[in-house]
């Protein structure tokens, strides 16, 4: 099995930024994708970022140009860096990682492992 733990999340006003990290841990593979999902009260779960074994990112549009996903160079942690934060971006923020290595597959939110979740609120 796989372990994600994610942490980061708290209270920050409209405009400031956050840095969420997640650390994988338990089962190996040879190589996979991780990415960050967001679900806020009463919708659905949302694409925020993905990032591929090779080092391919791929962005929702809503946070295109604000939101940057980077890892460790033991491609164990996994952050966010989430800047000019919108009352709009409050949310649970989810990590997730799946071996078959497919940003399509992450996008799709069917990955095979994913955190409990962080909870980021912006304030307007």
């Known amino acids: 099995q796989v372990q994600l733990v994610e942490s980061g999340g708290g209270l920050v006003q409209d405009g400031g930024s956050l840095r969420l990290s997640c650390a994988a841990s338990?089962?190996?593979?040879?190589?996979?994708?991780m990415g960050w999902f967001r679900q806020a009260p009463g919708k659905d779960r949302e694409f925020v970022a993905g990032l591929g074994w090779s080092g391919m990112t791929l962005y929702g549009d809503s946070v295109k140009g604000r939101f940057t996903i980077s890892r460790d160079n033991t491609k164990t942690r996994l952050y966010l860096q989430m800047n000019t934060l919108k009352p709009e971006d409050t949310a649970v923020y989810l990590c997730?990682?799946?071996?078959?290595?497919?940003?399509?597959?992450?996008?799709?939110?069917?990955?095979?492992?994913w955190g409990q979740g962080t909870q980021v609120t912006v304030s307007s």
């Open positions: 997730a990682l799946d071996p078959r290595d497919a940003l399509g597959v992450m996008r799709s939110g069917r990955s095979d492992y």
């Open positions: 338990g089962r190996t593979f040879r190589s996979y994708a």
